[in-house]
């Protein structure tokens, strides 16, 4: 069974940064494609970034040239900076994983992390 566990979420004033990290445990060969989504309340859940196992990287236009993403194929995992925030980037974060190959050949697919809150707000 694979796992995403986010971590960084929290207060931030505007203009300020914050860094989320997402670690995926379990039975795992590699990872294709990981992303970071959110949520904002009342909202539909979106695409803030993504990085595919060769390293090509996809933004969103509201985060783009204020947010980088990068990850680490040896740790399994995916990190997002986040630069220059304002209040509209107030939402809870969640770390998606599309293809998970686990050891022994399997595909997982589309697994989601529980999510962690960011805030910014004066």
């Known amino acids: 069974q694979v796992q995403l566990v986010e971590s960084g979420g929290g207060s931030v004033q505007p203009g300020g940064s914050l860094r989320l990290s997402c670690v995926a445990s379990?039975?795992?060969?590699?990872?294709?494609?990981l992303g970071w989504y959110r949520q904002a309340p009342g909202k539909e859940r979106e695409l803030v970034a993504a990085i595919t196992i060769a390293g090509l990287t996809k933004y969103s236009d509201s985060v783009k040239d204020r947010f980088t993403i990068s990850r680490d194929n040896a740790k399994n995992s995916v990190s997002l900076q986040m630069n220059r925030m304002s209040p509209e980037d107030t939402a809870v974060y969640y770390c998606h994983a599309d293809e998970v190959i686990n050891r022994g050949g399997r595909f997982t697919y589309d697994v989601w992390g529980r999510g962690t809150q960011v805030t910014v707000s004066d």
């Open positions: 379990g039975s795992i060969n590699s990872i294709n494609a």
